[in-house]
């Protein structure tokens, strides 16, 4: 059984990366530099002024060593602040991939190269919630 490779994402130059979290989805762009990261044509401390959500946006490159080493671009829409932060890490971790297939072991122990995939639950027809239901009345 052959495993296919992904074609590598190389757009106008700058390494590509989708990035997704419950419904928030970020398209990263990744360009040799010095560490500048743009969000939505925003500072990152501009976009996210808590200093988590910061610390979420910078662990793909902890976790490879490559703090400072390149410019992010990323556009983000959909979903909570949490989210968004969340989705822009999942896309720098994939275009990291891109720029260097040996960032694969470290990204995965990191847990970074999985995609989250819970989401909010649906509400029920006739129901006042997704898992709530009304109280039950014999007579």
């Known amino acids: 059984?052959?495993?296919?490779t992904a074609p590598a994402k190389i757009i106008h130059g700058k390494k590509y990366g989708t990035g997704k979290r419950k419904r928030a989805i970020a398209r990263v762009f990744l360009s040799s530099g010095d560490g500048t990261i743009s969000i939505n044509g925003r500072t990152l401390p501009d976009y996210?002024?808590?200093?988590?959500?910061?610390?979420?946006?910078?662990?793909a490159f902890e976790a490879v060593e490559k703090i400072g080493q390149f410019n992010v671009m990323a556009?983000?829409?959909?979903?909570?602040?949490?989210a968004q932060a969340?989705?822009?890490?999942?896309?720098?971790?994939?275009?990291?991939?891109v720029v260097d297939p040996d960032n694969r072991p470290a990204l995965?122990?990191?847990?970074?190269?999985?995609?989250d995939a819970r989401e909010k639950e649906r509400k029920k027809p006739g129901q006042p919630g997704a898992r709530k239901k009304f109280q039950f009345s014999k007579r």
């Open 48 to 59: 996210f002024p808590r200093e988590t959500s910061q610390m979420i946006v910078h662990q």
């Open 1 to 4: 059984m052959t495993t296919a």
């Open 108 to 115: 995965k122990a990191a847990g970074l190269l999985t995609r």
């Open 86 to 97: 969340e989705a822009v890490r999942h896309g720098i971790s994939r275009a990291l991939l």
């Open 75 to 82: 556009t983000v829409n959909g979903g909570g602040v949490a």
